[in-house]
């Protein structure tokens, strides 16, 4: 077969084989390999390299159309010298992401501008690269939306929508309180997903106030018992990165104080975070 013969049948094996990113850079990786600049090993690579990522920018643009993401956020802009209360290497390793495959949930919590919504984004990103269905919404968008479907007769529906991707993002628990309708879809929602499919939740409260958003402490015990069974908890205790400017200035706090040196707490065995 002449050289001619052979490209071309390389490149229509990438056409066959659904590989747009790589037939792209297919000719300039030959260059580089006649002219030596690159080696077979390091062409190989890259020709696949670039699948791989023309891969993860569609279905992460396919994720943000159906998944709701606000925003892409990426571990890479985030600043962990900013947040030194925060595990880095717990945060690394979940976004391995080995937690969606044994349906474990993650719950971030800390006060305002701590970078808990940043690091659920993130993991969803992560996520969605990997071809994993996600879903994120607010905790008040979603009972609003469980409260909707309710009242049009469309419960078991939405509940089957929210149960089935890979993994749901809820953001926001403890801005805003629960009706006692909601909280009971809410529960539902996490019944149905307990031990199926993973969870990330974030809050601005600690455990023990959870009776207090969902207006229902028995409730909220109830919840947490199946949210914390398989469970990896990210305790963030520092200041506002969006107040980042203003050092000297102190809001009022959710759950923490001044950043702390070293490690959280194991935070399960802290009494302060447990329910009621
Ligand atoms: N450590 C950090 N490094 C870089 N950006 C950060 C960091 N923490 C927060 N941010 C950014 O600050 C803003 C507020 O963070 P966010 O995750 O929304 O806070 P929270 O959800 O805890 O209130 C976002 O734009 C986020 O990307
Ligand atoms: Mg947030």
Redo the contacts with the bound molecule.
Sequence with gaps: MSARTTVASIKAHLADLGMPGSLEVVDSLLEKLDSGVLSPAEAMDQLLAAHTSLRRERRLVAAMRSSRLPSI?RLD????T??PSIDRHQVLSLHELTFIERKENVI?L????????????SLAVSAAERGKRIYFSTLSDLVLSLVEAEKQGRLKERLTVLRNPSLLIV??IGYLPVTAGGTNLFFQLVNARYERGSMVL?S?KSFKDWGEIFGDSVAASAMLDRLLHHCHIVN?RGN???LREYPGLSLPQGIAAAPRRGRPRKTLQDPELLPK
Excluded: C, M, W
């Design positions: 956020k802009s985030f600043d962990f900013f947040q971030l800390g006060p305002a501008g701590v970078g808990k919504t940043h690091i659920a984004i953001d926001e974030t601005n963030i506002s990165y969006r």
